[in-house]
């Protein structure tokens, strides 16, 4: 079973930077992509950034340039730089895996909260 924490949250001033961490224990294929979410408060959740074991990243429109995904697969841990934060950078972020190898399946951690100030 596939479980994932999320640590690097907190409180920040508009324009500081936070770096996120998600470590995974159990077995990650090299097809799994892992990602982050986000969701604030009254809003849906919306994708951030995700990585592929090789590199390959896909961004949402909220990163706006400024963030940047990378992925540890020795570690089993992804990472995302926050640069440059804004008030509506405000949430919950989530780590998340999607597998696809002979199934369709998600793995989300617990959530860390990122709160910043105007």
């Known amino acids: 079973q596939v479980q994932l924490v999320e640590s690097g949250g907190g409180l920040v001033q508009s324009g500081g930077s936070l770096r996120l961490s998600c470590t995974a224990s159990?077995?990650?294929?090299?097809?799994?992509?892992m990602g982050w979410c986000r969701q604030a408060d009254g809003k849906e959740r919306e994708l951030v950034a995700a990585i592929t074991s090789g590199g390959i990243t896909n961004y949402g429109d909220s990163a706006k340039g400024r963030f940047a995904i990378s992925r540890d697969n020795a570690k089993k841990t992804a990472y995302l730089q926050m640069n440059s934060l804004k008030p509506d950078d405000t949430a919950v972020y989530y780590c998340?895996?999607?597998?696809?190898?002979?199934?369709?399946?998600?793995?989300w951690g617990q959530g860390t909260q990122v709160t910043v100030s105007s």
């Open positions: 998340n895996i999607r597998r696809t190898y002979l199934t369709s399946t998600d793995y």
């Open positions: 159990g077995i990650i294929f090299n097809s799994d992509v």
